[in-house]
T-cell receptor, first 116, second 113 residues
């Protein structure tokens, strides 16, 4: 079973619109971390944010905000007033501690296109 | 500047040939990872290493091999046994604890001639 589900494969919005990228995760651990990454056309994954399982406060960074809800196992990402530079593939990831070392579980990504 | 360097950026493989992808990091990270990315399938873990001279298979290790002789380096060999090697390969590193993000290189795109 997929541990991280990003149901939205592709999203297109017009510049200046708000857009929310959904992420649903599955884990039995009580301590875990969630991450969002951005992959621009150049290919490198860029780390955006980390959130631990005990911190459900929403976070805002400029035009970006994240909504973490343990009750629904979701960690959604909202871009306000989208810009063309936001066009990229966005990945949500879950990290659990394992006896054999930690491992990240990535979702399949959401491709966002911002149309000027 | 600290970071992860992958080379080459583009690589072409002939049938029956082994090729090696390079990954070097100067972040002093203990853990390193190799992922394969295919369109619409996200990232799939090939191998990872938590410490020098030790590595573990990921979800799709068949047809691949790695070594970790130095902390900074984690080369990936795509062997002739990997029948569908065309993909984008990403190397990552992290301090090794599960609360720390992984940092990625720019990737290598491998194609079959």
């Amino acid at each position: 079973a997929q541990k991280v589900t990003q149901a939205q494969t592709e999203i297109s919005v017009v510049e200046k619109e708000d857009v929310t990228l959904d992420c649903v995760y599955e884990t039995r651990d009580t301590t875990y971390y969630l991450f969002w990454y951005k992959q621009p056309p150049s290919g490198e994954l860029v780390f955006l944010i980390r959130r631990n399982s005990f911190d459900e406060q929403n976070e805002i960074s400029g035009r970006y905000s994240w909504n973490f809800q343990k009750s629904t196992s979701s960690f959604n990402f909202t871009i306000t007033a989208s810009q063309v530079v936001d066009s990229a593939v966005y990945f949500c990831a879950l990290s659990e501690a394992k006896d054999t070392g930690n491992q990240f579980y990535f979702g399949t990504g959401t491709s966002l296109t911002v149309i000027p | 500047d600290g970071g992860i360097t992958q080379s080459p950026k583009y690589l072409f493989r002939k049938e029956g040939q082994n090729v090696t992808l390079s990954c070097e990091q100067n972040l002093n990270h203990d853990a390193m990872y190799w992922y394969r990315q295919d369109p619409g399938q996200g990232l799939r873990l090939i191998y990872y290493s938590q410490i020098v001279n030790d590595f573990q298979k990921g979800d799709i290790a068949e047809g691949y091999s790695v070594s970790r002789e130095k902390k900074e380096s984690f080369p990936l060999t795509v062997t002739s046994a990997q029948k569908n090697p065309t993909a984008f390969y990403l190397c990552a590193s992290s301090p090794g604890t599960f609360n720390q993000p992984q940092h990625f290189g720019d990737g290598t795109r491998l194609s079959i001639l």
